[in-house]
């Protein structure tokens, strides 16, 4: 067996002891070692292999997967530019707290500099959004392999700091890479190294009871549990962005930010902040008013606080209950502003986007998830009708990027197991159409990929650079229509696609269950958008 060889087998083999149950693959001949053993451990049954042809997808395939699961996800590439092709899902990663795990094969560091094919120093590429990097070498001692995975995992799963996110482990690999005969094994069964519980925090007791607001933004479902937890134990109301995982129950406004913006709002002198909030523009200036005391609850060193106004961080918190009536005037005051949300879309003469993810929000139900693309699907979705139950949602909102949105939710579909459902805008879907290019024999996700596709962005049309004055420019270089059809490139792609003009027709195509990997496109309007959004801002 090679030193190349050897060092792929202890390298995957600390993989599984750590836990990790899916690898993600972009081939390449520097990385032959790690992939070959890597199909041995998937034939022998140790784990589930993804393979991609395009790394910027099987990072955000990985990312996906890692984020739904909570486990360590590797993604494994070759040298060279492959590597930089992982940055878009590596930054978002990083922001986010998920615990990607970059195995980057590399040439000896050696070459580095002197003119070698296809190498570069990949130990600076992805720097400024690493928990960890450990460089690997097949001629350094054999000890030192399976030691530098441990590390690596832990540090991306954060189970020392609390603090998830990427990894990366450069493996310097010497040649001959596979040399000799016979069929490649799969890596023998090694000790995990173990680490102990950190315990839960003990709860800081907030003194007073001053009006009082939880807001919860993108988090993890556990994050989402205790936002939840703590806004009805003190009879708060919950301003929760839609991939918060706490967008439900008594305690939840459908219209939060609408009501964070008028007089309810103005009343509020502290709030308790959850997760990572950025969706909206009136939760970021409750967050940076100097009137109002925030608090913020986490368990990670790198908490949230945009408005530089937060004067208390903790683990968890505790308070004595609200002032009756307080609750009472948040949920009154949102079923009257959901009426009036809803009275604007009613009279839009074709589909639009708000309408169109009030269909999708309530077309998945209890054992099935909901995934959402950046820009308006998932500002959309923040004025939608409370879901009955919980249902899982995630969106990509560590970067709020539009790239990898499909890879995402592929990975999300394939951890979770269960029927998915991704809202997405044309553009968002044109950036990642590469991730419907999945190879005969691979893993294969339940997943209904909706596009909402009115042509271009039209959340520029809702911003400052929607204006009159900017109108000759705004097609061009905001809007930027591609003239493509979803439809067909899903098509060009071998994937089964359907366009509807209609709500109802919409509202019938995501009644149906959701099997295997399809794309439904529908027919948006874009025309009126800034109209809508003005009247639905002002209350109808």
């Known amino acids: 067996m090679t030193a190349a060889l050897a060092c792929a087998q202890a390298v995957i083999g600390q993989l ?61 590439t070759t040298s060279g530019t492959a590597v930089g092709n992982l940055l878009p899902a590596a930054m978002e990663a990083h922001h986010s707290g998920v615990p990607l795990l970059v195995v980057s094969a590399d040439r000896p560091a050696a070459l580095v500099g002197a003119g070698a094919n296809q190498t570069t120093d990949q130990t600076v590429v992805l720097a400024g959004f690493l928990r960890h990097l450990a460089r690997l070498s097949s001629t350094a001692p054999a000890a030192s392999w399976p030691a530098q995975v441990a590390r690596a995992v832990l540090a991306a799963e954060g189970v020392l700091s609390r603090h998830p996110g990427p990894a990366q482990l450069n ?65 708060l109301p919950l301003v929760a962005e839609p991939t918060s995982n706490a967008r439900h129950g008594a305690h939840a406004l459908a219209t939060g930010r609408l009501l964070l913006a008028g007089d309810l709002g103005a009343r509020v002198q502290r709030a308790i902040v959850f997760g990572r909030p950025n969706l909206s523009r009136p939760v970021m200036a409750l967050l940076s008013r100097p009137d109002v005391e925030v608090v913020v609850v986490t368990d990670s060193p790198a908490y949230v606080d945009p408005g530089w106004r937060a004067s ?25 502003r959901l009426a009036d949300v809803s009275s604007v879309l009613d009279t839009a003469a074709g589909p639009t986007g708000p309408a169109l993810a009030r269909l999708v929000v309530a077309a998945v139900g209890e054992g099935e998830v909901l995934c959402l693309g950046n820009s308006n699907p998932i500002r959309d979705a923040d004025l939608a009708p409370l879901a009955a139950g919980h249902v899982p949602v995630f969106g990509n909102r560590g970067l709020s990027g539009i790239d990898g949105t499909i890879s995402t939710a592929i990975g999300v579909a394939l951890a979770t197991g269960d029927p998915t459902t991704l809202l997405l805008g044309d553009l968002a879907f044109f950036h990642d159409a590469g991730a419907l290019a999945i190879g005969p024999g691979e893993p294969r996700p339940a997943l209904r990929v909706v596009v909402a596709d009115d042509g271009g962005g039209s959340i520029f049309a809702t911003l400052e650079y929607g204006q009159p004055r900017f109108a000759s420019a705004f097609e061009r270089v905001f809007a930027t229509p591609t003239g493509l059809d979803p439809a067909a490139v899903a098509a060009g792609y071998g994937v089964p696609a359907r366009r509807v003009d209609t709500l109802a027709a919409a509202a019938s195509v995501l009644a149906e269950p959701v099997a295997g990997l399809e794309v439904v496109v529908v027919s948006i309007d874009r025309s009126g958008r800034a109209e809508q959004a003005r009247r639905i801002a002002l209350g109808g």
């Open 16 to 76: 599984l002891a750590q836990g990790v149950t899916d690898l993600v693959l972009a081939p390449g001949s520097r990385s032959a070692p790690l992939a070959l053993v890597a199909d041995a451990a998937a034939r022998a049954g140790q784990l589930r292999l993804h393979v991609r042809v395009d790394e910027r997808v099987a990072g955000f395939l990985a990312l996906g997967l890692a984020k739904a699961s909570g486990r360590c996800v590797p993604v494994l």
């Open 171 to 235: 493996v310097e690999l010497s040649e001959p890479l596979v040399a000799g005969d016979g069929p490649i094994a799969a890596p023998v069964t090694v000790p995990a190294v173990r680490t102990g519980s950190l315990g839960a925090p003990e709860p800081m007791v907030l003194p007073g009871t001053p009006p009082t607001v939880v807001i919860c933004g993108d988090a993890s479902a556990q994050t989402g549990r205790a936002a939840v937890r703590l806004a009805v134990a003190a009879g």
């Open 312 to 336: 208390v961080v903790a683990g968890a918190v505790s308070l004595e209950p609200a002032p009756a009536g307080w609750l009472g005037a948040w949920q009154r005051a949102d079923r009257a």
